[in-house]
């Protein structure tokens, strides 16, 4: 998935802000399960202003990624 998310990170360059979560580190559980994500890997899109707009739990294309991407800078735009 990193090579994924990535390049969607560069596709989407000053549009988008990528974080990563490292699941296996105590002090992430807690944003782990405030945005709903069990398991790995999980995936949670935000809009501007911090709400969940999408979730996605297990691989994902980049396809999926990149359309839910697209949908919330769209949105903002």
Same mark, same amino acid.
């Given at each position: 998935?990193?090579? &994924?998310?990535?390049? *969607?990170?560069?596709? $989407?360059?000053?549009? &988008?802000? /990528? ?7 105590? !002090?992430?559980? !807690?944003? +782990? +399960?405030? $945005? %709903?994500?069990? %398991?790995?890997? =999980? $995936? =949670? &899109? #935000? ?9 996605? $739990?297990?691989? +994902?294309?980049?396809?999926? #990624?990149?359309? =839910? *991407?697209?949908?919330? /800078?769209? =949105? !903002?735009?």
């Amino acid at each position: 998935m990193t090579p &994924i998310v990535n390049g *969607l990170e560069e596709e $989407f360059d000053a549009e &988008i802000t /990528v974080v990563r979560l490292n699941a296996a580190e105590p !002090e992430n559980v !807690e944003l +782990q +399960q405030g $945005f %709903g994500l069990r %398991g790995h890997p =999980a $995936f =949670a &899109i #935000l809009d501007e202003n911090g709400r969940t707009t999408e979730t996605f $739990f297990g691989p +994902q294309s980049e396809e999926t #990624l990149r359309a =839910a *991407l697209t949908a919330v /800078v769209l =949105a !903002e735009n």
